[in-house]
Every structure is written in structure tokens, then in C-alpha cells.
């Protein structure tokens, strides 16, 4: 008990530490999309008041958006409107920009959590067989497959399997969540198509929101794949050069039970934090699956906010994204300290 | 075989009797590693091929690359045109050919621009610690806060779209990860014997920089550069995708699968041909990138 309290006067200080660490990142981060912001060539209230408003109303909107203010006073105001959760109004739809993200983004969720499950169920494996094959046939072909997963411009790809799976063999569904006459038939719950239409028993749209899903979950997938059957590979590499896997060998233990008993046992808490991170990379993959596929979330309303300049509802999509790349990080942190007994 | 296996022992198991001695052996050990592996190799191989084919553009091309021939538009590959032509008639083959030194290009730029802007904040942030180092950190910790794509969307979005500020938008994007990686290299070096007795000698703090611990940042440097190509061909890829890299009518290859996306279900050829060579561009960078590890990295040995 008696040298139990130092210790954790250290990780309070240590958590301490890391919460500055985070607000102080956080606030880089907004610094830098208002800097962007403020650089931006589009002009913002002419994409309000149109070509053709006079002097007046000009003025009138430009005081309304406060930027006759002086550069620090915007700074102050951008802060604490962020700080109560106030991304600003999107241009083209006068609507709340936090709201329209919030309606927006269970799709890409939707998009991203299967895409997860693909790669981590196919990634794992693979890491796995081509450690146990070390510098053999095995270990080439996947470390190959995976460097391509990595080199493949993800766009292309996509378009090819909906060139190859909806266009030629039919296999699956072409752009967008569902079938056109299936479209709004299902009330949002949840934004997740396949858990609202499985709630109010719709069969039908649950059948087709899964045939649209499955080709860019697998293709996101792929690339998540290639990055964790590679870090897989190398992690399973330091844990199989060990002793205690030759003396379970030595033991008589068969080699599967040596891989995954002993060796893949070792890797988990590796694992779970490279998982975190891959999720968070998807969202790359999602900006450019999602305008491939017409899938009408996160990565799409940002893409078509910037075709549109539309500002505050980019910066806000950037903000948001470097949060949920922040806090993907911390999760994945907090997952090692966790259950990784050596950190404590 | 046995005897010169031996002799090349020998040799190189001798004491170099010079600098200049030393750096060839080396660079020969390096090169027979490098040799020995076939999928770098491979990687070698193509990029040659992409220089070459950048610099004897007009000669390999059949066609002009820009040039609309509304008669031939659409035309699925054949003898005349290789890999068919675009809805306005211009040879597909040759864009790609045109096309490559758009890559070349990009890669190039934003690699000089990062290499050394990356080594010099991680170095001076390794060797001189505290502060500086803190606020270095908290800088690259913002950027690195964000997927690439994401911030360079952001970017090119405040510079308005274009070839030249697509390359700014990748640049400022991909030096913090080069800068991380030169100062962890520093912090090892930096409390170093062989520094210690430098210092001894009396040489200042900017020849310790750039004699003796750049030198040795370089490898781990170029090797993470060499990584970082196939990642900035494939944001560029995708910021040309995406309309906001460069403008049409430049024949680079991800804008041409955007154009070539409304016609892609009757007209293939004008998406999967330019997609393969980017897929083909980035996957030898990334050999060639793990193959430098391997070769140059004494840590694998």
C-alpha cells in the first residue's frame, strides 16, 4: 500500500502530462484550420450574397461574418464557438455544418466498420502464414500481395470492381447505400442502414444495403489488409526469434499450436493498437471510395463541399477528422497500457 | 565459386587504407546486397524504365499528347492506337507515356522540398532538445494529427487547385514524418563518444551538425524518401482524381481516370490503363524502398 501512492502520483502527473500534450495539439490543430481558412480564395460572402448584390448588401454580410473584426478578435470568436460545438453555418445549405457532419457520418461508420472486420479477418492470417514461411514461396507471395494492396491507387480500384462485379457479372450492387426504389423507405435510427433496416424487419432493403456495401467494404478493406498483414508479418518475426518459442518446440507442441498458442498470444495488444490506427487511416481510403461509389457519407460531403468551395463545412471536416485521428491515437495508447502488463 | 567467395572475404575483411577506400568498399557491399534481392530489383528496373520513357517522351509517343481528333474519339485499343483513345480522340498510349514525366515531376519536387526541410528540423530538434525541441514536436504532432489525403484536400482548398499547389499541399503534408524520423536518429548520436571527442577537437555546433551527424541520418532519410514517393505519386493520383491536382488538358494519370470515369462502363480501357501505371509506378518505389532497408539498414544484419 505504502509504495503503491507514489506510483500513482506518477501517472497522475504522467496523465497530466498527456492531457497538456492533447489540448495543445487540439489547439494547433483548430489554429490551422483557421489559418487555412482565412487564406482561402474564395471569396465567402459572395458565395453568400451572389454576383450580383450591390455595395451595401455586401457590406452588410461581410460585417454579418464578422470579418471587419481584427485577425486575433476572428481567432477568439472561431475558439469559442468550436468550444460550443459550432462549426459555423455550410454556404450552400444555410443549414448548421456539426449537424450536417452528424448526419453524414454513420454512413462512412458503416462503411468503415466492415471494411475493419475484412481486413483484420484476412490481414492476421495472412501476417501470420507468411512469418511461419519465412523467406519462402509463401512469405514472397504475400509480402508482394500486400505491397500491392499498399501501391494500388484505391479510386481505380474501386472503379474496376464496379467495372468487373456490378457491371459485368452483376454480382453485387452498383453506386450508392441501396436501390434506388428502396431509397428513405427505412426511417433513421441509428444512420446505419443494415442495423435500421434489420430493426423494422424491411428483408428486402437490408438485402440490397448489403449487396451495395460489400464491394467498397472489401475494397477499403484490401488496403487496411495490406497494412496489417505487414505489421502482422513483422511482429510475429520478433516473438518467433525468441527462446521460449524453441522451447515449446523443444516441448513437442505442434507448430500451429507454437504460432497461435504461444507466438500470435504475445502479439494482441500489438495488434489491437494497429487495428486503431488502420481505422483511422480509412478515412483517407473513405474520401476517395465514397466519390467512386456515390456513397453519401463523410468522405463525399467533403469532397463536394470543396468542388463547391463551400469553407467553413470543409474546415470542418478537417477538424473532425484530425479529432477522430487524435482520439483513435489515444485509444490505441490507452489499449497498450491496458493490457500490456510491461508499461505498468 | 568457393575460392573467389574467399578472396572477396579476404578483401573486404582488410582495412580500408583510405576514406575514399572505405566509402567504395561500402557502397560495393550495399550494391551486392541490392542485387541480390530480385524483387528490388524489379523495383530498380521499373523506375529506370519511368525515367527513360520520361526523357525519350516524344520519341516513344505515336501521337501529341494534348491534341483532340474528334473523328477517333472513343475508340477501343487496336494496332493504331495501343490503349484505345478518350472521348476526344487523344491516343491514350501516349498520355501515359506524357503522363510520366507529370509523376516525375511531382515526385521530384516534393522530394527535394521535404528531404531536406525534414532533416533539418529533426536534426536541430534532436541535437539541441529542449525547448526548441518541444515546440518542433508539438508542430509535427499537429500535421501528423491528419491522415495525408485529408490535409492536403485542406490545403489545395486554400491555394485553389492546380498542379504547382497540389505539389505545395503534398509537401507540406510529408516532411514531419522525415523530421520525426532525424531526430530519433540524432537523440542516439547525439551523447555519442565519437561526438564527445569532435567536440573536444573544438568544432563548432554547425560543423557537428552537418559533418557528423547529417552523414549519418542520410541512410534512414533516403530510405524513408524512397517510401514516401509511392505515397505522394498516389495523393497526387488522388488530388488529380478528385479535379483539384492538375488541370485538364495535362495528361496526368489520375485526372485522366477521372475524366475517363463518365465513359468508364462502355469504354474501359480509358480508366484501367492509366490506373496500371500508377499501380505499377508506386508498387516499384515501395520494392525499391524495402529493398534499401534491407541493403542499407545494419540494423537487418
Not at chain 1, 484505391?154 to 431509397?183: E, N
Not at chain 1, 515449446?248 to 499450436?257: N, P
Not at chain 1, 463523410?298 to 470543396?306: D, E, I, P, R
Request: overall charge neutral.
Amino acid at each position: 500500500m505504502v509504495n503503491a501512492i507514489p506510483l500513482r502520483m506518477d501517472n497522475l502527473a504522467a496523465v497530466g502530462r498527456k492531457l497538456a500534450t492533447i489540448a495543445i495539439t487540439l489547439l494547433g490543430l483548430l489554429t490551422l484550420t483557421f489559418l487555412i481558412g482565412r487564406v482561402m480564395p474564395v471569396d465567402p460572402v459572395l458565395s453568400i450574397v451572389g454576383p450580383d448584390a450591390d455595395h451595401e448588401t455586401y457590406m452588410q454580410v461581410y460585417k454579418q461574418l464578422g470579418l471587419d473584426l481584427p485577425i486575433w478578435k476572428q481567432y477568439i470568436i472561431y475558439v469559442n464557438d468550436l468550444l460550443h460545438l459550432d462549426l459555423g453555418r455550410a454556404a450552400m445549405t444555410g443549414q448548421p455544418v456539426a449537424e450536417e457532419i452528424a448526419r453524414v457520418l454513420p454512413a462512412t461508420v458503416e462503411l468503415g466498420t466492415f471494411a475493419i472486420i475484412i481486413g483484420t479477418g484476412c490481414g492476421i492470417p495472412l501476417g501470420v502464414y507468411a512469418a511461419s514461411q519465412r523467406g519462402r514461396m509463401g512469405d514472397y507471395i504475400v509480402r508482394v500481395m500486400s505491397l500491392t494492396g499498399y501501391s494500388v491507387p484505391i479510386f481505380w480500384f474501386g472503379m474496376m470492381g464496379l467495372l468487373i462485379f456490378y457491371a459485368w457479372l452483376g454480382w453485387v450492387g452498383g453506386a450508392g447505400r441501396v436501390d434506388l426504389y428502396f431509397d428513405g423507405l427505412v426511417e433513421p435510427k441509428t444512420g446505419l442502414l443494415l442495423l435500421d433496416s434489420a430493426m423494422a424487419g424491411e428483408w428486402e432493403v437490408f438485402r440490397s444495403a448489403l449487396s451495395h456495401l460489400i464491394l467498397p467494404a472489401c475494397i477499403l478493406g484490401m488496403h487496411s489488409m495490406a497494412y496489417i498483414s505487414r505489421m502482422t508479418r513483422s511482429f510475429m518475426l520478433a516473438q518467433l526469434s525468441q527462446e521460449y518459442i524453441i522451447t515449446a518446440r523443444v516441448k513437442g507442441l505442434s507448430s500451429r499450436a507454437v504460432l497461435w498458442g504461444h507466438a500470435f498470444m504475445n502479439i494482441r495488444v500489438q495488434l489491437l493498437t494497429i487495428v486503431a490506427l488502420a481505422y483511422g487511416t480509412m478515412l483517407e481510403g473513405a474520401v476517395l471510395i465514397e466519390t467512386v461509389f456515390a456513397w453519401p457519407g463523410f468522405g463525399q460531403y467533403l469532397t463536394h463541399s470543396l468542388l463547391r468551395g463551400d469553407m467553413n463545412a470543409v474546415m470542418g471536416c478537417v477538424l473532425i477528422v484530425g479529432m477522430i485521428f487524435i482520439t483513435l491515437n489515444l485509444i490505441a495508447d490507452a489499449l497498450y497500457k491496458v493490457f500490456d502488463p510491461r508499461t505498468r | 565459386m568457393s575460392e573467389t567467395t574467399m578472396a572477396s572475404i579476404t578483401k573486404t575483411a582488410a582495412a580500408p587504407n583510405s576514406r575514399y577506400h572505405a566509402t567504395m568498399e561500402n557502397a560495393k557491399r550495399t550494391a551486392r546486397r541490392i542485387l541480390a534481392n530480385p524483387l528490388t530489383m524489379g523495383g530498380i528496373i521499373v523506375v529506370c524504365c519511368l525515367i527513360l520513357i520520361a526523357i525519350f517522351a516524344p520519341w516513344l509517343s505515336h501521337y501529341e499528347p494534348t491534341v483532340q481528333d474528334l473523328t477517333n474519339a472513343m475508340k477501343a485499343p487496336s494496332g493504331d492506337h495501343w490503349f484505345g483513345t478518350d472521348e476526344y480522340g487523344r491516343d491514350i498510349y501516349s498520355r501515359i507515356i506524357w503522363g510520366s514525366r507529370v509523376t516525375l515531376y511531382v515526385v521530384f519536387l516534393v522530394t527535394v522540398i521535404i528531404g531536406p526541410v525534414g532533416l533539418a528540423v529533426g536534426v536541430i530538434s534532436g541535437y539541441f532538445g529542449g525547448i526548441v525541441d518541444t515546440i518542433f514536436m508539438r508542430i509535427t504532432d499537429i500535421f501528423i494529427s491528419f491522415p495525408s489525403l485529408v490535409l492536403a484536400l485542406a490545403f489545395v482548398a486554400a491555394l485553389g487547385p492546380g498542379l504547382d499547389h497540389a505539389i505545395i499541399a503534398i509537401a507540406l503534408t510529408a516532411w514531419p514524418p522525415i523530421a520525426r524520423l532525424a531526430r530519433a536518429e540524432t537523440m542516439t548520436l547525439r551523447n555519442a563518444d565519437y561526438i564527445t571527442a569532435v567536440k573536444l577537437t573544438g568544432a563548432s555546433t554547425p560543423r557537428i551538425i552537418i559533418r557528423h551527424i547529417v552523414p549519418m541520418c542520410l541512410s534512414s532519410v533516403i530510405i524513408r524518401l524512397t517510401f514516401n514517393m509511392a505515397g505522394i505519386i498516389l495523393t497526387a493520383a488522388g488530388l488529380g482524381f478528385l479535379g483539384l491536382g492538375a488541370q485538364p488538358p495535362i495528361p496526368e494519370w489520375g485526372a485522366m481516370i477521372s475524366s475517363g470515369r463518365r465513359y468508364m462502363l462502355e469504354c474501359w480501357w480509358m480508366v484501367a490503363f492509366p490506373g496500371m501505371a500508377i499501380m505499377m509506378v508506386s508498387l516499384a518505389f515501395n520494392l525499391l524502398g524495402d529493398g534499401l532497408r534491407d541493403a542499407l539498414d545494419p540494423r537487418g544484419e
